[in-house]
């Protein structure tokens, strides 16, 4: 499976790039919020992959960090959730708005993706509060930025959860991707909390309640307020 592709982009659109690595074209569909993101045509790029294969369809979706593919990885599992539909939501949410929305079952925030239903927000919610702790504990090592295309290849995907040896090395001295600081926090945060003895979905919920608060808030400053949120009352 192609798990990574790096370029020269040859053209931009609103849902999608055209790659050109070595003299092939590669068209890679990604979210609006990713497409935004993207250098202007003639420069460099590389995105994380997810190759859907179908009987008369072979599709490759573009995801900026490790992180997101995870999330679009989890997203696609949910019955009547398909790979564009996940891009409207990543698209809409990223995937720090995603995991909070979905810890604190705040389905009407997944409902505004476009072409997702009340039904269809619930259930994503719904089915994926137990699973999204998992990715959240392991967001800020999965925050990698795809970085430049220094050589233009195509890299198979290894794992489904992790980058090849030799890229995460090279990878590892690069600058961290933006999102990579609010990850981290909260799945030290998330982390710390499961240590303490807290189920995974309650702390997640209190973690994802405390960074909605406070989107830049360091771990320790999270880990306070998510145990003031989890403190018995009364």
């Known amino acids: 499976m192609i798990g990574r592709i790096a370029g020269v982009i040859l053209h931009r659109a609103r849902d999608h790039v055209l790659i050109d690595v070595r003299g092939v074209g590669y068209i890679v569909h990604v979210s609006e919020r990713t497409a935004a993101g993207l250098p202007p045509a003639g420069q460099a790029v590389a995105l994380y992959t997810d190759l859907l294969v179908r009987e008369d369809l072979l599709q490759l ?73 998992a990715v959240m504990a392991i967001g800020g090592d999965l925050t990698v930025e795809a970085g430049g295309a220094d050589e233009p290849a195509i890299e198979a995907d290894a794992s489904a959860a992790s980058a090849p040896a030799s890229m995460a090395e090279a990878e590892a001295r690069r600058p961290a991707a933006p999102t990579a600081q609010p990850a981290q926090a909260a799945a030290d945060a998330l982390s710390a909390l499961t240590n303490l003895g807290y189920a995974p ?24 307020a998510a145990l003031k949120s989890l403190a018995p009352k009364g």
């Open 201 to 224: 979905s309650e702390a997640a919920a209190a973690v994802a309640q405390s960074q909605a608060s406070e989107p830049d808030a360091t771990t320790s400053a999270l880990i306070r």
């Open 61 to 133: 979706f573009g995801f900026p960090t490790m992180l997101e593919k995870e999330w679009h990885r989890l997203l696609t599992s949910v019955q009547g959730v398909g790979a564009k539909v996940s891009l409207a939501i990543l698209g809409t949410l990223g995937p720090d708005g995603l995991a909070r929305a979905i810890t604190l079952g705040d389905w009407s925030a997944v409902r505004k993706a476009q072409g997702v239903g009340p039904k269809l927000a619930q259930r994503v919610v719904l089915e994926l509060k137990d699973k999204a702790p």
